[in-house]
């Protein structure tokens, strides 16, 4: 074995895995590996012999440790929850003072503030750190959001910041080409410290739940084309190109028309028409939904785009139920090239209202956590390397920019002004797919959203004094100052009033 030390380690040598310790090692650190299986190790080291900074494998957890400089800077990458914390309770016996273990797995938030806690008592530091980009962020350029201690990631920054993804500083476009190890003159590291704790898993949570709400539009969007006004999957891929090339400029837009314009291999004709309509999840935009509800904050987008994933898991029951229950019987006459810009207008007014709900969801969490989020910045690192990337969010950036303490994103005069202009194509879009039998779930519950956002006096003050009728949980009245509590003695109306 090499007397030379490594800069950092990691653990878990799954194509994850794999390609991060690649992108670590390109970018001029030496890194140490080690997987429970040696022979995938050997192999990995063996198939990578000339990167620059240098792989070492290891075949034990004390070799491992051994072989990195102090204080060890270890990275793990293996499946979320219990064995997370099997690989760490090993870690253990081979760790000093100060050491670091970075989480870069899809943890939990719960799970990441349980973990540093206790790690801290032993006089460890860790790091939960988000890692947005799949397979092929980890290997060029990754969005990174690490939080924990905070002297851990003064440690960590010089790697992360390296090995992230770089955006223009002005445009914030990603850029290309940017050489390992060098900085890139005019640009910024999509990697950026997110706060205490837990708070970087939970930024990438809520991630992962906008991410949800984003595929899902755009899944509705193409189902609008196709059932209302029978375009190919060539012909939608063009306009899918075309929106990438304007204000839906984003990486899922992208990779949207390069399916649809994509021939099945066997020669059937369009790819996308032989794929099972049934998705799968892993259950980070049920996280986000449940910890929504938890708050009570609402964030219904996201909520209805993984109903839609459970919805189209009962495949057989869906075409049982195709056979028996009945459609509208309405056609419509509808001019393509108009509707289709309609269709794009809903989409992005859509998209608005469901990135307004994840940052109030990370607003309110600031408070439940006593964490200080820079929403501006997070915005920021999430246009280069992770999956949401997009134009868009340099929207987001200028309207923190403008106002830090913004309540909603669709207050800001841009996303205000944005939606203004194209409401009356958004709702245009849901009455015609309402009147068609189209589901839109997330175009649908984005919409009303926005309307009851708007809406200075909703219904539940009828819905309070029911309440109030079957469990005495009286009520505020509109004519007092606010946090004063009455009941009306119920069903005698001649009763007076009674303030709690």
């Given at each position: 074995?090499?007397?030379?030390?490594?800069?950092?380690?990691?653990?878990?040598?799954?194509?994850?895995?794999?390609?991060?310790?690649?992108?670590?090692?390109?970018?001029?650190?030496?890194?140490?590996?080690?997987?429970?299986?040696?022979?995938?190790?050997?192999?990995?080291?063996?198939?990578?012999?000339?990167?620059?900074?240098?792989?070492?494998?290891?075949?034990?957890?004390?070799?491992?440790?051994?072989?990195?400089?102090?204080?060890?800077?270890?990275?793990?990458?293996?499946?979320?929850?219990?064995?997370?914390?099997?690989?760490?309770?090993?870690?253990?016996?081979?760790?000093?003072?100060?050491?670091?273990?970075?989480?870069?797995?899809?943890?939990?938030?719960?799970?990441?503030?349980?973990?540093?806690?206790?790690?801290?008592?032993?006089?460890?530091?860790?790091?939960?750190?988000?890692?947005?980009?799949?397979?092929?962020?980890?290997?060029?350029?990754?969005?990174?959001?690490?939080?924990?201690?905070?002297?851990?990631?003064?440690?960590?920054?010089?790697?992360?910041?390296?090995?992230?993804a770089k955006v223009d500083s002005e445009t914030g476009k990603p850029l290309e080409g940017?050489?390992?190890?060098?900085?890139?003159?005019?640009?910024?590291?999509?990697?950026?410290?997110?706060?205490?704790?837990?708070?970087?898993?939970?930024?990438?949570?809520?991630?992962?739940?906008i991410e949800y709400g984003d595929m899902q539009m755009i899944c509705e969007a193409y189902?609008?084309?196709?059932?209302?006004?029978?375009?190919?999957?060539?012909?939608?891929?063009?306009?899918?190109?075309?929106?990438?090339?304007?204000?839906?400029?984003?990486?899922?837009?992208?990779?949207?028309?390069?399916?649809?314009?994509?021939?099945?291999?066997?020669?059937?004709?369009?790819?996308?028409?032989?794929?099972?309509?049934?998705?799968?999840?892993?259950?980070?935009?049920k996280w986000t939904s449940v910890n929504a509800l938890d708050m009570g904050v609402p964030?219904?987008?996201?909520?209805?785009?993984?109903?839609?994933?459970?919805?189209?898991?009962?495949?057989?029951?869906?075409?049982?139920?195709?056979?028996?229950?009945?459609?509208?019987?309405?056609?419509?006459?509808?001019?393509?090239?108009?509707?289709?810009?309609?269709?794009?207008?809903?989409?992005?007014?859509?998209?608005?209202?469901?990135?307004?709900?994840?940052?109030?969801?990370?607003?309110?969490?600031?408070?439940?956590?006593?964490?200080?989020?820079?929403?501006?910045?997070?915005?920021?690192?999430?246009?280069?390397?992770?999956?949401?990337?997009?134009?868009?969010?340099?929207?987001?950036?200028?309207?923190?920019?403008?106002?830090?303490?913004?309540?909603?994103?669709?207050?800001?005069?841009?996303?205000?002004?944005?939606?203004?202009?194209?409401?009356?194509?958004?709702?245009?879009?849901?009455?015609?797919?309402?009147?068609?039998?189209?589901?839109?779930?997330?175009?649908?519950?984005?919409?009303?959203?926005?309307?009851?956002?708007?809406?200075?006096?909703?219904?539940?003050?009828?819905?309070?004094?029911?309440?109030?009728?079957?469990?005495?949980?009286?009520?505020?009245?509109?004519?007092?100052?606010?946090?004063?509590?009455?009941?009306?003695?119920?069903?005698?109306?001649?009763?007076?009033?009674?303030?709690?």
């Open positions: 074995m090499s007397e030379e030390l490594s800069d950092i380690g990691l653990i878990g040598l799954a194509v994850m895995g794999q390609n991060l310790a690649l992108n670590i090692a390109d970018h001029g650190f030496r890194i140490s590996v080690f997987n429970r299986t040696t022979s995938k190790t050997d192999k990995f080291v063996a198939e990578n012999p000339d990167t620059p900074g240098g792989l070492l494998g290891t075949d034990s957890l004390n070799a491992f440790a051994a072989s990195l400089k102090r204080p060890r800077k270890i990275i793990i990458l293996v499946q979320a929850g219990g064995a997370t914390d099997a690989v760490i309770e090993s870690l253990l016996p081979h760790l000093d003072k100060d050491d670091i273990i970075i989480d870069g797995g899809n943890a939990k938030w719960t799970d990441t503030i349980r973990r540093e806690s206790d790690l801290c008592q032993r006089g460890l530091r860790f790091v939960g750190s988000g890692v947005s980009g799949g397979e092929e962020g980890a290997r060029f350029g990754p969005s990174l959001m690490p939080g924990g201690d905070i002297s851990a990631w003064r440690e960590l920054e010089p790697i992360w910041t390296a090995i992230a940017a050489k390992p190890g060098h900085p890139v003159a005019g640009g910024f590291s999509c990697a950026a410290y997110i706060g205490p704790n837990g708070a970087g898993h939970y930024v990438k949570m809520v991630h992962n739940g189902d609008l084309m196709q059932r209302l006004l029978g375009m190919t999957p060539p012909e939608m891929g063009k306009v899918f190109s075309q929106w990438n090339d304007g204000l839906l400029d984003s990486f899922l837009i992208e990779i949207t028309a390069d399916i649809l314009k994509q021939d099945d291999p066997a020669g059937t004709g369009p790819f996308v028409d032989v794929v099972m309509d049934t998705a799968g999840q892993k259950g980070t935009g964030a219904p987008t996201v909520a209805e785009a993984v109903f839609a994933r459970c919805l189209s898991a009962v495949k057989q029951e869906r075409i049982e139920a195709e056979t028996v229950l009945a459609p509208p019987e309405q056609s419509f006459d509808i001019d393509k090239e108009t509707f289709v810009e309609a269709i794009r207008d809903a989409l992005y007014c859509s998209k608005i209202c469901s990135y307004a709900q994840g940052f109030q969801l990370m607003r309110e969490a600031q408070n439940e956590y006593d964490w200080k989020l820079n929403f501006g910045e997070i915005a920021q690192i999430w246009r280069g390397g992770c999956i949401i990337r997009a134009a868009f969010l340099q929207k987001i950036t200028e309207a923190y920019a403008r106002d830090p303490q913004l309540a909603n994103l669709l207050l800001d005069p841009y996303f205000r002004d944005a939606i203004a202009s194209a409401q009356a194509n958004w709702r245009k879009v849901v009455s015609t797919a309402v009147q068609s039998g189209v589901p839109t779930p997330t175009f649908s519950s984005a919409l009303a959203y926005y309307d009851g956002y708007r809406c200075g006096r909703l219904p539940q003050n009828l819905l309070q004094a029911q309440r109030d009728y079957f469990g005495a949980h009286t009520y505020e009245r509109v004519d007092k100052e606010r946090g004063r509590r009455f009941h009306l003695d119920w069903p005698d109306s001649e009763r007076p009033e009674i303030e709690i």
